[in-house]
Structures are given as structure tokens and as C-alpha cells.
């Protein structure tokens, strides 16, 4: 049996009031609806309240005088907090409203809807009034908001759920644009029925004509240029789904409780939006006053950013050598603990369209040592990648394996499968794999005893990444001497100084108590795990390296390569706005210097990448054309700004080109340093990658543009290098029965 | 009783021996970097006092470049020109700005000077890390440290000091890795300072080429070694090499020749030219006489005793199998020896030494400070023979070694580098009456005048160098010789010198000048025109 809650806001009603509650428990009582009647008087100065009393003695009525603001929608919005039922129907008083149509619209509900209003037929009104009426539904309704029913009907039912998550500020006449335009953007199906309006038989109608127009028709206005509201779920919801929200009637599952502030949900806030716009408006006012003058301006401030940024990375290299902060753990400490005091530990290997190389996985896993029966390796597969999950369901998985189904939700990252996972995580200590690393065999025992060793706010212990087919193609050993250089030299320089290190996208290992009071990984965000190594800085928590490696595949595609590394920067652009959304949040921690740090490892980072063209395209005109341009271009560079120019381009690009090689010989790719050379070609592509994911950011933010694994398997010759390299054949498929 | 004292007393002595010892080994660095500062300090205060600093001419060119480039008629970098390498040009500029840092010199001094600390410290740790043994390597260091040659050139802006400097530094750190210790940072650090050394004289180029081929040498041999070796003789060469490339590049692009360091007219090829059309450039195309000049060069700068010393030690080295990396580390420390020896056969260089030099030279006293270069060689060497050697020969060479720094000191081995400045060939403008006139009767006003041919000295005079125009100020320069008047008041020309050929010597030019300027000076070699108001 249906429960309803009835909603009933009245001022002097007294000659409708009774009326309609009889037809009310004459409808539903017939249909045998449970329900209460909640009558929420405006302090109405004839006898309405008296009728309500004495009907109230017959029926289930309750009666309360109104609490705040006059109007309608705070008598509502008072009405609702009264209600015991899930489902709530408003209706006006006046009797205008036929309570015989609520089976219908109760009807309409149980077929799935999570609103049903009353259209009106309007039939007893004057020409004047159904014009406006019109008018208004389809400017105010369909035009601004794509609201095709009768928003101001005074008849709606809807699930009691929709008004404990909205958060709705009406004026006096406003309650019903907002409430449905929210419930919508909240993701509910609003459906509706015909009723014809009746004429009012008993008392004055309340509103005003022109008045409640003019009202609701700003207040329209007012919604549109708002913006849409993220809107959480309700708390029965998450119980059932997980952590999410709705945006503009999208559901997005996140699985984090993170708050969607805090995620890279958003591109930018309001605030932020307003710098960019003020930033630009100042540079094109520059522009047109002094054009030449803003140009030197610019150009310095360019050059005095690269030069700072040279400095830094001058000190990070120095730092790597001067006092590598590493941890190191030897086979004595791994030896002297016995194999019942390893903790439990979770794997998670997120996987998506990529079952070819889970033999490789599973061989990778099986060379952990590491007591297996602490092990909890988690495959996350996403509900809609089914050849995956059939595939998975042939293999022959070791009993420690996990086989977790993501369900299908929006965003489809990376991240939010991992958070997912972390929801069904058991072991004390957790790390991601992608599903083609090798790493270390002992990486699990010396992530536990880098933890003990580590300071006491170190969180994360960051194993160094590199590649097992650098040999593959000019792509992967460039990459390689690029990882060399990011893992052996930046991310040890960046350790060294407590600095914020973005974290690499695998093998960083929690203690999984941590993972979830940092509230996991921001789903939105598709460089999920740099992200994470800002955040757990500004909580005052430091990460940690640890002398162990985990070798991936380098990609050696270049269209793989450009989706790979454009999504790369895109999620440190993402990682870049997120956090300056309130630089405030780097100061608690004692940890303000960082606010530069990150400034110059995560901005500095991206900037440069959009730069560098501009720079060497200048270089270069002025070197070919110089009896053209060369006094043109000299004229923006006075002698400090030229000076300093110079030196960031001689000896910057030289450092910068010389720490690959530094990179390449720390990590002992001796093979590999005559071909660091050519990455100038390859900061090109770089540039060019950075273009992508700014399109990317503003058409698609949360895109994760998924890297091809395993093209390594392909090539004999490869796969025979990286038997060489890993000392051991990485996919067996006989290992999984298959 | 007695015996109860004795033993007192010894177990006393022993203990204080003991401690006196570990204070050494501990604080011998600092020691080391005290006594060098003094020694630096104490050497320039006596060059100050006896005008040695810019004795030489090619020190006040040195510290006059610096001073272009920040107070110059066009002040820049371009000013640091492209035949002298620019390493101590660039690291004077914080100090000539101010005038009587430039004028006396002391802004070279000071460079000079540190670099003399840093050589001393590294050489001292150079021997040590060679032979393991703290009094040996303090020998090494005494040798270097009160070499009377290396004294006074610290106290000048001449760039053999920081070149020995950095070729000391590289070296270390070179050694170090051909131990095997700390191999890629010591690798990137005699990289970095060999970059330094070739950047400072071109005697760092060969040390950059000899470090590339012994790095790479143990690949070649082996062929499993290679790619590991080859690996980091890029890594060393792209550092080491950057500044000679740049030094291309620079030459290239603002003096329109990659080879202008060469090319030029004013290049050492050019000058040694002119030697060698005179017919007195003895060693050239003889490798036999170009080795004997330089032992004869480097005898004379280092003194007998201890380059025979130094010379067995090096065999003794050489000989020995506990010795690690014996033959990277010998050559690496013989690079100076071989640079000068090939740029003597080569015709690039040319050292005119009494007693080996012909009579009838016009010159017999030049370049000898070439042979400073092998002191860090001799210094080392002696001390490892110091190091291998019984306590009572050891004893032997130290009254050797001290009966040579006296002889050094007493005036009866010539402080050789000191006369080539005071009165050979190297010796700077001596101040006559032209820069006394200067400075009597200069009023203000731009000075045109061919700061090449050194025909003032502008230190000594009372000219600012914001006035002077000269070859490096390329619009006024080339627009004042052919319309004098355009700029300058003054005009000083000597004979046969830029000024006067382009202006004196030229009739139609020569009418402009009197009609715009008025002799106001004559010598038999030198004229000066002032401006007619």
C-alpha cells in the first residue's frame, strides 16, 4: 500500500479547505492509498484554521501555522519538513486543483517517475491570463530551461528524497521553476498528466498577476545565468551506489568522499575564470596602449620564469646527487622478518580493454615474493568491457586473485575504478599496478620496511618506474631516458627538499587506513595519482622513494604516445587548477614554501610545454631573417631580459638536455645516452601533445584517452629485449591455463 | 721510581702524538685553505706595493675586457671579444666596476687568487686520493703552494692560475672516477670543470680532448665495456665540450667566423706569424726542440731538484702495480705538457727562454710562464714518491725540496715568470710621459685610440673607459676613422698602430684631422691630437 504525504499551503481558504479534504480521502480512500494531510496555514485571518481543526478530528490532518517568510513556498517548503511519508504531493488550496487526479499521477510514480505535475487545462480563464500563462511556460519553461510541462501547476507528487537533497532558496511565488529545473539537473524523470483546471468557486485568488510574473520570470533568469548545481547524492543512494553526484541530470559515481570542490570535476572556478579574464583584459588594454612595451613586459616576464625555472631544476639535479634521499633496504632486513609478520596487502590492477596482457600480469604477480596468503590482487574490470570480463573468466587465476566488476557509471577512469576497488579492499597496505608492470619481486617487503624507516608523516612510498622494451624504437628510448631522468634524478631532488611530488601512475604504495583518510583518488582528475601527491602534502604528509623499480611498457606508438602524454598533461592542468583554487589550503601544514615548489613542478611544468615553440620560433627567425627582423626582434629584449633570455636558451636547453643523459647513466641506459641527442625533436611533440590536451580539457575534461598495452608482445625482437632486461619471460600463458 | 716516569712520560708523548696527529689529518684542508690565503694574500700585497700586477701587458688587456663589458663607450658581452677564451673575463665583471679594483688590478688579483686557494686545496687532495697518505699530499700542496712563479701569477689578472685551477679540479674529480668512486657524479664534475678549463685557455681544450679518450679507451679494449664506456664519454664530452662548442658558436654568429679565435688578426696564429716571417720561431715543425724548450721552460719555472724529483716520482708511479689507474691519471696530469709542446711544433705558440734562445733574437725573455701549467704534475709526482719512499729518503727530499724554495726565495733561481713581466717581452706599457701628459692635461671627451696595439695604458692613465674608442666599439670605431671628428676630442696614435694608418697615413683623412684637431703631443713613436673647439 501507497503512502502519501499531502502538502497543503492555504490563506484564507476557508470555503475550500473542507472541501477538498473530503475529496481528498474520497479518492485516495477508495483506491486504498494510505496518506496525511499537512495543512500549513499563512496565519489566515478568516476560519480556515478552524475548518482544518475540525476536519482534522476525521481525518488524518495535521495542522501548522507557518513558521517563516510569507508565500507559498516557504509554506511548502515548511509543509515538506512535516511530512512522514517518501512521497509527497502539493496541492493549492483553492480547490482549483482536482485531488482526483493524485491516483493517476501516484500511478505515473510507480511506472518510474520521480515527479509527476499536473498539467493545466485551462478552460474557465480569461484571455489575458491563459495568454500570459502560455507565455510564460514557454519562455520561462521550454525556452530558458527546457522545461516542456506546466511548471507553476499547483498539483505535484514526487519522491520526499528529491527535497532532502535539493537545496532550494525560493522567493514567495518561485518554489516550482527552481524545484523542477533542480530535480531534473539531480537526474529524476519528471513525468506529467492533464487535468483541467477548475474555477475557483470559494475566495480570492492570492497572486498577482503582473507581480508573480515578473517574479518568477527573474527568478528564470536569475537560474540560467547561475549556472547548474552539482548536486550529491541522497544518503539511500550512496548506500546503494557509492559516493556520487548528479550534474546537469548526468549521474557521475565517484566512489570518493571527496567533495566535488575538491575534485578536478570542475575546470575552473568562478574565481578563477574571473583571474584568467581580468589577466587577459589587462595584457589586450597593454596591448592597445603600448604594444611594444607589453611586449617586453611579457617577453621578460617569459624569460624571468624560465630562468627561476632553470635555477630550481638546477638545485633538484644537485640536490638528487648531493644528498639522495632515497630509501634504501637491503636483503638482510627483507631476510630477518619472518613470513608471518608481512602485513596483508592489496593490489589493485585496474584493467580496461586490455586482457592480452593479464598472462603477463599474473606472471608479474606470481614473482612477487611475498607471503601469498597476505596477497589480495584485485583485477578491476569495468561493467562494459565485457570481452575482458569473458576473457578473465577463462583464465585459470591463482586463488589470491580477485576479480572485481567496476559497475557502469560515469566518470570511466582509471581512478574511480581504483576508488571502487578501495571500497572492497582487505589488506593493511595497498599499491596500484598497471596490469603490464614487473616489478620488483621484493617491492611489496621493501614498501613495508621503507615505512617504518621513512618519517613519521610519510604516507606514500613511491617505487621508480621505468621501461622494459627501451630498445624498441627511437619513442621508447627517448621515453626511457625521460622516465630515467623524472625518477632517478627530479622525483629523488623533489623527496630531498619534502617538496610536493606528483606522484608516477603506479607502484606508489599506501597504508590502505591512509588511502582512505585522504579520501582516495579524485576520479575526475586523469593524472589521478599526481594529484593525490599534492593533496597528502597540503594535509602536511610527505611521500617517500624507495630503491625499487617497476618496469612498464614505453610506448611505442606515436598516435599511443600523443593520447598517452596529451592526457599526461591534460590531468596536470587539472592537477594545476584544483589546487590553486585556494592557495590557502598549502599554509596549515607548515608547508608554504611548497606553494612555490608546486608552482614551478606542476605550472612551471605545463607552462613551459605551451612556451618553448614561442621561444625557439623566435630564436630561430631571429637567426635565419636576422637582416629582417633582427632589429625588430632585438627591440624586446633590453640588455637584463637578453642576458637572461640567452642564458636560459644556451644554457638551459643545454641542462635540461643534459639531464636526460645524467638520467640515462644514473639509471645505467649507457646504450641509451647518444640518443638523448634527438629529444629536442621529442620536447617538440611534447608542445604539440600540450596543444592537444588544452583542446581536451575544454571539450572533454574527464576523457581518460586509454593507452594501448602490449604492443611490446608483438615484436619478437622486443620481447627477446625485454627478457633481457627483466631477466625473465613476462608473459607465460600457460602460467594461467589458458 | 724512575722507570715508573719514563714510562709516564712516553705513554705523555705518545698520547700527544697521537692527538697531534689526528688534529692534522682532520683539519688539514683547513689548514691547507688558511696557509693558501695567506700565501695569496702576502704574494699580492708585494706585487701591489712593486706595481707587479699588470706588469704584464696581456693582464691589463685582460682586466681592461672585463671593464668594457660592464663600463664601456658599448657595454656588453660582445666586448669579451673572440680570440681570448672569456671564463676569467666573466668572473672579473662583479669586480672592475669599481674603478680602483681595475685600475690596480686587484679585480684579476682577487680571481686569481681564489683560484689559487681552490688549486691548492685540490692538489692536496688530489695527491692524497693518488696516494693515500696526508703528509705526502701537504708536500704536494708546499711544492705548488710556494712555487714563487705560481705566487706572483695569482696576484694578477692572467688566466694560467684559474686554468691550473680548473685543470686540477677535473683532474680530482676525473682520478676519482677512473677509481671507481662516486664514477657518474665525478664523471659530471671533471666534465663540468674541464668545461670550465676550456672555456678559461686553450690549453683546456686538450684536456677535454685527453679525458674523452681515456674514457673511452677500456672500451675500446674491451669490447663488453664499450657501450657502458661510450655511454659516458658522451656524458663527459657533452659537458666538457659545450664551451668550446659554444665558443664556435659565439665566434660564428656575433664575429661572422666559427674560427675567428684562429683566423682573426689578432690571434696567437697571426702574431706567431709574424715571428715566424722574422725567421725566429725556433720550434716550429721540430718536435725535438719544441719538447726540449718546454722541459727547459718547465726546469726553469719549477727549479732542478724537484722537477727530478717530480720526473722519478712520475716513473716510480708509472711502475708501480698497487697504483690505480696509472695511465689515465699520468696523462691526464701530462696534458700541459703535451698541449705546449704541440702548439710549439705546430707554430701556435712560441717561448723565448735565456739559454736556449738564440742570440740574435730580438727578444730572449717570453711566454716563459707557459711552463707553471707543469707544476701540478711535478707537485703531485713528488709527493708520491714522498708517500712510497723510506722515512730516511724521505727526509732527503725534503731538504731537497727546501733547499730549492730557498734558492727560489733567495733570489738565486730567478723568479722567471716575474721577469718576463718586469722586463721580457710579456712586460706591459712601462708609463712614460705620454701618460704622464694625459694625465696632466685630459680634460674630458672621447679618446680614439687602438687599445690593441697597446700604445697607453689605460689603467695608468686617467681616462675613463666609458671614453675610449676603440676596435670593439664598432660604430663609433669605424665611423671615427673615417671622420675623426664625429666623436673624439682626443686622438692617440702610435706609429703604425690602427689610428695611424687609418687617419695619419691617409692624405685626404689627414687634412680632417688638422682641420678639426690640433697635435698636442710628439714622440718619436707616439702623436696626440686634441679637438680645436
Known amino acids: 500500500m501507497q503512502s502519501l504525504s499531502i502538502i497543503i499551503p492555504t490563506w484564507n481558504e476557508v470555503g475550500n479547505i473542507g472541501h477538498l479534504i473530503e475529496r481528498i480521502n474520497n479518492t485516495l480512500y477508495h483506491k486504498n492509498i494510505s496518506y496525511e494531510i499537512i495543512v500549513v496555514d499563512d496565519h489566515s485571518s478568516d476560519k480556515t484554521q478552524s475548518v482544518v481543526k475540525h476536519f482534522a478530528q476525521r481525518f488524518p490532518v495535521r495542522l501548522y501555522l507557518k513558521q517563516g517568510i510569507p508565500g507559498k513556498a516557504q509554506s511548502l517548503l515548511e509543509g515538506f519538513s512535516y511530512a512522514q511519508y517518501d512521497l509527497l504531493c502539493m496541492i493549492d488550496g483553492d480547490l482549483q486543483y482536482q485531488p482526483e487526479s493524485i491516483p493517476e499521477m501516484l500511478d505515473k510514480i510507480n511506472r518510474g517517475a520521480d515527479v509527476v505535475v499536473a498539467n493545466r487545462i485551462l478552460s474557465n480563464t480569461t484571455f489575458i491570463r491563459n495568454f500570459f500563462s502560455r507565455s510564460f511556460l514557454y519562455i520561462f519553461g521550454k525556452i530558458l530551461h527546457g522545461l516542456n510541462f506546466d511548471i507553476q501547476s499547483g498539483l505535484k507528487i514526487f519522491k520526499k528524497e528529491i527535497i532532502e537533497r535539493l537545496h532550494i532558496y525560493p522567493s514567495p511565488w518561485t518554489f516550482d521553476l527552481e524545484f523542477l529545473k533542480k530535480s531534473l539537473d539531480a537526474g529524476y524523470k519528471i513525468d506529467t498528466i492533464n487535468m483541467r483546471l477548475a474555477k475557483r468557486t470559494s475566495g480570492e485568488t492570492k497572486i498577482h498577476l503582473l507581480k508573480s510574473s515578473w ?3 527573474i527568478n528564470a533568469i536569475k537560474m540560467k545565468f547561475q549556472g547548474k548545481e552539482i548536486i550529491p547524492f541522497h544518503r539511500n543512494t550512496r548506500k546503494v551506489k557509492g559516493n556520487g553526484f548528479h550534474y546537469n541530470g548526468k549521474e557521475f559515481i565517484h566512489y570518493s568522499l571527496l567533495k566535488p570542490a575538491e575534485t578536478a570535476f570542475q575546470r575552473i572556478t568562478f574565481q578563477q575564470g574571473v583571474y584568467i579574464i581580468v589577466t587577459l583584459l589587462i595584457l589586450l588594454t597593454g596591448l592597445i596602449i603600448n604594444w611594444h612595451t607589453t611586449i617586453i613586459i611579457f617577453i621578460a616576464v617569459l624569460t624571468f620564469l624560465y630562468f627561476i625555472d632553470l635555477l630550481f631544476n638546477l638545485y633538484l639535479i644537485t640536490r638528487s646527487f648531493v644528498k639522495p634521499a ?83 557509471s560515469y566518470p570511466k577512469t582509471k581512478p574511480k575504478a581504483c576508488n571502487y576497488g578501495l571500497t572492497k579492499a582487505t589488506g593493511e597496505y595497498a599499491v596500484i599496478y598497471d596490469a603490464e608492470d614487473a616489478p620488483d619481486p621484493l617491492q611489496l617487503k621493501k614498501s613495508v620496511i621503507a615505512f617504518a624507516k621513512a618519517r613519521r608523516n610519510t604516507i606514500c612510498v613511491q617505487a621508480k618506474l621505468n621501461f622494459y622494451n627501451p630498445q624498441q624504437n627511437f619513442l621508447t628510448r627517448v621515453f626511457t631516458a625521460e622516465y630515467s631522468l623524472w625518477f632517478d634524478l627530479v622525483l629523488t631532488g623533489l623527496q630531498s627538499i619534502g617538496a610536493p611530488i606528483p606522484l608516477g601512475g603506479t607502484s606508489n604504495h599506501f597504508r590502505t587506513k591512509d588511502l582512505h583518510k585522504l ?113 625588430f626582434i632585438e627591440s624586446f629584449f633590453p640588455a637584463p631580459v637578453l642576458y637572461m633570455g640567452v642564458f636560459s636558451l644556451v644554457v638551459g636547453n643545454f641542462l635540461y638536455l643534459y639531464y636526460y643523459m645524467i638520467g640515462c647513466a644514473k639509471h645505467g641506459h649507457y646504450d641509451l645516452i647518444q640518443y638523448v641527442f634527438l629529444v629536442p625533436l621529442y620536447w617538440l611533440t611534447m608542445s604539440i601533445a600540450s596543444w592537444i590536451a588544452l583542446y581536451q580539457l575544454i571539450v572533454k575534461p574527464h576523457h581518460w584517452s586509454k593507452t594501448k598495452h602490449g604492443l611490446h608482445l608483438k615484436l619478437k625482437e622486443t620481447s627477446d629485449q625485454v627478457k633481457q632486461v627483466v631477466k625473465k619471460e613476462l608473459a607465460t600463458k600457460n602460467m594461467v591455463g589458458i | 721510581m724512575q722507570s715508573f716516569i719514563i714510562t709516564r712520560q712516553q705513554t705523555f708523548m705518545e698520547s700527544f702524538n697521537k692527538k697531534i696527529k689526528l688534529f692534522f689529518s682532520t683539519n688539514m684542508e683547513k689548514m691547507i685553505f688558511l696557509l693558501s690565503i695567506c700565501a695569496a694574500f702576502i704574494a699580492t700585497y708585494i706585487s701591489y706595493i712593486n706595481h707587479w700586477i699588470l706588469a704584464y701587458g696581456d693582464a691589463e688587456s685582460h682586466i681592461n675586457i ?20 672569456p671564463m676569467t673575463h666573466i668572473l672579473m665583471l662583479p669586480f672592475v666596476i669599481a674603478d680602483p679594483l681595475w685600475r690596480t688590478g686587484l679585480a684579476g688579483s682577487l680571481i686569481s687568487g681564489i683560484f689559487y686557494v681552490i688549486a691548492c686545496i685540490y692538489i692536496f687532495k688530489l695527491t692524497r686520493l693518488i696516494t693515500q697518505h696526508n703528509f705526502a699530499s701537504f708536500i704536494a700542496f708546499t711544492i705548488f703552494a710556494t712555487n714563487l712563479n705560481i705566487l706572483y701569477l695569482q696576484s694578477t689578472p692572467m688566466t694560467e692560475i684559474p686554468l691550473i685551477a680548473f685543470f686540477i679540479l677535473s683532474s680530482y674529480y676525473f682520478v676519482k672516477y677512473l677509481h671507481g668512486n662516486h664514477v657518474l657524479s665525478s664523471l659530471i664534475l671533471a666534465g663540468l670543470f674541464a668545461f670550465g678549463a676550456s672555456l678559461t685557455r686553450y690549453d683546456g681544450w686538450f684536456l677535454v680532448l685527453f679525458e674523452t679518450l681515456i674514457v673511452i679507451s677500456p672500451g675500446i679494449f674491451n669490447r663488453k665495456l664499450f657501450v657502458r664506456q661510450k655511454g659516458d664519454m658522451i656524458l663527459f664530452v657533452t659537458l666538457a665540450g659545450f664551451g668550446i662548442l659554444c665558443w664556435f658558436v659565439w665566434g660564428g654568429l656575433i664575429l661572422g667566423d666559427p674560427l ?49 724529483i717530480s720526473l722519478v716520482g712520475s716513473i716510480v708511479f708509472l711502475a708501480s702495480n698497487s697504483a690505480k689507474a696509472r695511465i689515465g691519471t ?19 705558440a712560441v717561448i723565448f727562454i735565456p739559454g736556449l734562445t738564440p742570440q740574435h733574437f730580438d727578444y730572449h725573455l717570453f711566454n716563459v710562464r707557459y711552463g707553471v701549467m707543469i707544476i701540478p704534475f711535478m707537485a703531485v709526482f713528488f709527493g708520491y714518491l714522498v708517500a712510497r719512499v723510506h722515512k730516511s ?14 734558492l727560489f726565495f733567495m733570489g738565486d733561481t730567478p723568479v ?26 685630459y680634460d674630458g671627451g672621447f679618446v680614439l685610440i687602438d687599445d690593441y696595439a697597446r700604445t697607453i695604458s689605460i689603467t695608468q692613465s686617467t681616462i675613463p673607459m666609458q671614453k675610449v674608442i676603440y676596435v670593439g666599439n664598432k660604430p663609433y670605431w669605424d665611423e671615427s676613422l673615417k671622420h675623426p671628428e664625429k666623436y673624439a676630442t682626443w686622438i692617440v696614435m702610435q706609429k703604425n698602430d690602427a689610428v695611424w694608418s687609418a687617419i695619419y697615413n691617409n692624405s685626404k683623412i689627414q687634412g680632417d684631422l688638422y682641420k678639426y684637431f690640433k697635435k698636442v703631443y710628439t714622440s718619436q713613436d707616439i702623436l696626440i691630437f686634441k679637438r680645436i673647439n
Open chain 1, 215 to 217: 517574479e518568477i520570470g
Open chain 1, 326 to 408: 632515497e630509501i634504501k633496504v637491503s636483503i638482510e632486513e627483507i631476510q630477518a622478518i619472518p613470513d608471518h609478520i608481512w602485513p596483508s596487502y592489496t593490489v589493485f590492477c585496474p584493467l580496461y580493454k586490455e586482457w592480452q596482457v593479464i598472462p603477463q600480469f599474473v606472471n608479474s604477480m606470481s614473482k612477487l615474493i611475498y607471503p601469498k596468503d597476505k596477497l589480495q590482487v584485485m583485477l578491476l574490470l569495468e561493467a562494459n568491457d565485457k570481452e575482458t570480463i569473458d576473457q578473465v573468466a577463462k583464465f585459470n587465476l591463482p586463488s589470491y586473485f580477485e576479480v572485481v566488476i567496476v559497475p557502469h
Open chain 1, 519 to 631: 579520501k582516495g583518488w579524485d576520479s575526475f582528475n586523469v593524472t589521478e595519482d599526481a594529484d593525490l601527491g599534492i593533496r597528502l602534502v597540503k594535509e602536511g604528509y610527505t611521500t617517500a622513494i624507495v630503491d625499487s623499480e617497476t618496469l612498464e611498457e614505453a610506448n611505442s606508438s606515436l598516435m599511443n604516445w600523443f593520447a598517452q602524454r596529451s592526457r599526461w598533461i591534460k590531468g596536470y592542468m587539472q592537477t594545476y587548477l584544483v589546487h590553486t583554487r585556494n592557495l590557502k589550503t598549502f599554509l596549515p601544514s607548515n608547508k608554504r614554501v611548497h606553494l612555490i615548489t608546486f608552482q614551478l613542478v606542476i605550472g612551471g611544468k605545463v607552462l613551459s610545454l605551451f612556451i618553448n615553440p614561442l621561444m625557439w620560433f623566435i630564436t630561430l627567425t631571429y637567426f635565419i631573417f636576422r637582416p629582417f627582423v633582427g632589429d
Open chain 2, 66 to 85: 672585463a671593464k668594457k663589458v660592464v663600463n664601456g663607450l658599448t657595454p656588453g658581452f660582445a666586448q669579451l671579444g673572440g680570440i681570448w677564451l
Open chain 2, 260 to 308: 675567428y679565435f684562429t683566423d682573426s688578426i689578432y690571434s696567437a696564429k697571426s702574431q706567431q706569424l709574424a715571428w715566424m716571417a722574422k725567421g725566429e720561431l725556433p720550434a716550429y715543425h721540430n718536435l725535438l726542440l719544441s719538447i726540449i724548450y718546454y722541459v727547459y721552460t718547465a726546469l726553469a719555472n719549477t727549479g732542478f731538484f724537484i722537477f727530478v
Open chain 2, 330 to 348: 699520468l696523462l691526464v696530469l701530462f696534458v700541459p705538457f703535451v698541449f705546449n709542446v704541440v702548439s710549439l711544433f705546430l707554430g701556435q
Open chain 2, 393 to 406: 729518503l724521505k727526509l732527503v727530499l725534503i731538504m731537497l725540496l727546501i733547499l730549492q724554495t730557498a
Open chain 2, 416 to 441: 722567471i715568470t716575474l721577469a718576463d713581466g718586469t722586463h721580457g717581452l710579456s712586460a706591459n706599457k712601462v708609463p712614460t710621459n705620454v701618460e704622464q701628459f694625459i694625465n696632466e692635461h
